[in-house]
């Protein structure tokens, strides 16, 4: 197993306008120089906290089975802590990176050397600050090829393309943040979506930096695809021409060729792209999906532009794609239910099926009354929150793997239900406004190792029903079911999937809807579970696994590396 070292810098740096393109970390020691730089975004200029003095961050590259060193570097103004999005980390949750979960914050001038330890996962994945609302601007992709004397389980492309779809705010994110937390209410919208960092035509002042993808007639291309925004489903497409997912969350699936796809907060994706149209200019372009029209939410529209090479007269303007209407629900949940695993000999599915622990979880918005001396700017005059199974989350003040390491008594409680407390009519039009407020707590779920588990994501319609994309780290799951409407556990499991369903890390649970995960419990450690709309995980819509370890040395929790970042 190859091991790498290479060392992430993370500072303030201003945005200029020259897209620089993308740097990849390969696989030998790097050290990157810290420095300031003017960076402008929608006419304006501001400072951003970014990697290696990039938006979006360098490319970590590895090969499936390899091990890479990853020191961080803290010279911004801000703690910092760094996720590997979609990579297990076997027994080794001391470099996941969630704030508060698997580590303290690295503080400013502090750094933190990381230990990425890939296993099964190939293709495309990535990493994003696990602190505050850092994520905005720092994350980049990761891009896991086949191991040395393999290839891909499909035709190999003439070239491969990030393409990282993310938001902008003309304001400070942190500033975004610490307002909305002051007011109690929803945050301010981004500005824009962006295409590799860039807003595209149909904003002020980026025509001149729209991204452009150059292509040859006739040739394929990898587009190696990540949802980065902060709070925003996405459509993505491009005009006149189908692109065919070929991989999802780091691992492969059956072929599927759409005009468009739907990608969530926290997803990533494989898709060929054939340059088989007549030469000339073709936007690529995003925009949010959102399927309850009384929330706010960005509805702008991204470009980029799929520019072919040769002589020919250029077109006035490029195409725009057709992306479905933005509260298209069927649209959405056409193309995530469509996903298969690829299922072949060399790629397998191993869906559990004998299950040991049953568990269910509403996922709910809620609001807690408001107190004295607090500004309420949630709906009725209270504080809005969220939560899993009716308790929104509370970080400690201490890391909860430290906590579990060591025996740490008082950090956190071991009571997330298995069921949820409260049972209604979940997505009901109305409910009654008792159910609106959650208790508040810092409660896990013990999980035995080797455990088979089936979990059912239950969408509520308390407050505001939305859709939401729920992650988990240290895993992936199969998604063996998913519907509208309240989960009945007599009918709705003889539909499950069980040959080939789509295996993921980060699954879209549909506005007052369900899903079904499984996955069996052979990663020991502290593993967290959230909503990857980062204002829900704000409000407490997360809950943690703790993995205990197995009977053999290598199903045992790893020891901690040396010079965890203290709190």
Not at 194 to 204: K, M, R, S
Not at 384 to 399: C, E, R, T
Not at 536 to 545: I, S, Y
Request: charged share 15%; with cysteine; hydrophobic share 35%.
């Amino acid at each position: 197993m190859a091991a790498f070292a290479m060392s992430f810098f993370v500072y303030l740096a201003w945005w200029f306008l020259l897209f620089s393109g993308f740097h990849c970390l390969a696989a030998n020691h790097h050290h990157f120089v810290v420095k300031e730089a003017p960076y402008t975004r929608l006419c304006s200029t501001k400072e951003i906290l970014t990697v290696n003095g990039k938006f979006p961050g360098p490319i970590l590259r590895a090969k499936k089975g390899d091990t890479v060193y990853v020191t961080v570097h803290n010279k911004g103004r801000y703690n910092i802590t760094i996720h590997w999005h979609g990579v297990k980390q076997p027994s080794n949750p001391w470099s996941d990176g969630p704030e508060y979960i698997t580590q303290c914050p690295i503080q400013p001038g502090g750094k933190f050397k990381q230990k990425v330890i890939f296993s099964m996962e190939a293709g495309t994945l990535w990493w994003h600050a696990h602190s505050d609302w850092s994520r905005a601007t720092v994350h980049g992709a990761i891009i896991v090829s086949p191991k040395k004397g393999t290839t891909f389980p499909f035709p190999k492309p003439d070239a491969e393309v990030p393409i990282i779809l993310g938001e902008w705010w003309r304001k400070d994110v942190m500033e975004v943040l610490r307002l909305f937390q002051m007011t109690g209410g929803a945050p301010n919208d981004s500005d824009a979506y962006t295409i590799n960092g860039q807003p595209g035509d149909l904003y002020p002042c980026s025509k001149s930096e729209t991204f452009k993808l150059m292509v040859d007639q006739g040739k394929s291309y990898l587009l190696r695809i990540v949802n980065a925004a902060m709070n925003s489903i996405l459509f993505f497409a491009i005009a006149n021409h189908n692109i065919t997912v070929v991989g999802m969350d780091g691992g492969y699936t059956k072929p599927l060729s759409r005009d468009y796809i739907t990608i969530g907060p926290g997803q990533s994706m494989d898709a060929l792209l054939n340059a088989n149209q007549s030469p000339g200019h073709y936007y690529m372009a995003a925009r949010a999906y959102s399927s309850n029209a009384n929330v706010a939410f960005d509805n702008t529209t991204t470009t980029a532009i799929v520019q072919y090479n040769g002589s020919y007269p250029p077109p006035s303007s490029p195409l725009l794609p057709r992306l479905p209407d933005y509260n298209d629900t069927n649209a959405a949940f056409n193309f995530t239910g469509s996903v298969r695993s690829l299922n072949s000999k060399d790629h397998p599915s191993n869906v559990p099926v004998n299950i040991t622990t049953h568990l269910e979880s509403t996922l709910s918005i809620n609001s807690f009354p408001c107190q004295e001396n607090r500004t309420c700017e949630g709906p009725n005059g209270t504080r809005l929150a969220a939560s899993m199974n009716n308790i929104s989350f509370v970080n400690p003040s201490i890391d909860i793997l430290e906590a579990y390491y060591k025996h740490i008594k008082g950090v956190y409680g071991e009571n997330f239900p298995s069921f949820p407390p409260l049972v209604f009519d979940f997505t009901a039009q109305y409910l009654p406004l008792e159910y609106q407020v959650p208790k508040r707590g810092t409660e896990v779920r013990v999980l035995p190792y080797n455990s088979t588990v089936e979990m059912v994501l239950q969408g509520t319609n308390l407050v505001a029903g939305l859709d939401h994309p729920m992650h988990l780290h240290g895993y992936s799951f199969y998604v063996v079911g998913w519907g509208f409407g309240n989960f009945d556990n007599q009918t709705d499991p003889l539909s499950y999937n069980l040959i080939d369903p789509p295996f993921l890390n980060t699954v879209i649970v549909p506005i007052k809807g369900w899903v079904t995960i499984r996955f069996t419990a052979n990663n020991p450690g502290v593993w967290f579970m959230h909503c990857h709309f980062e204002r829900h995980l704000t409000w407490g819509m997360e809950t943690v696994f703790i993995v205990l370890d197995g009977n053999n040395s290598n199903s045992k929790l790893l020891p901690p590396p040396p010079h965890m970042p203290p709190c």
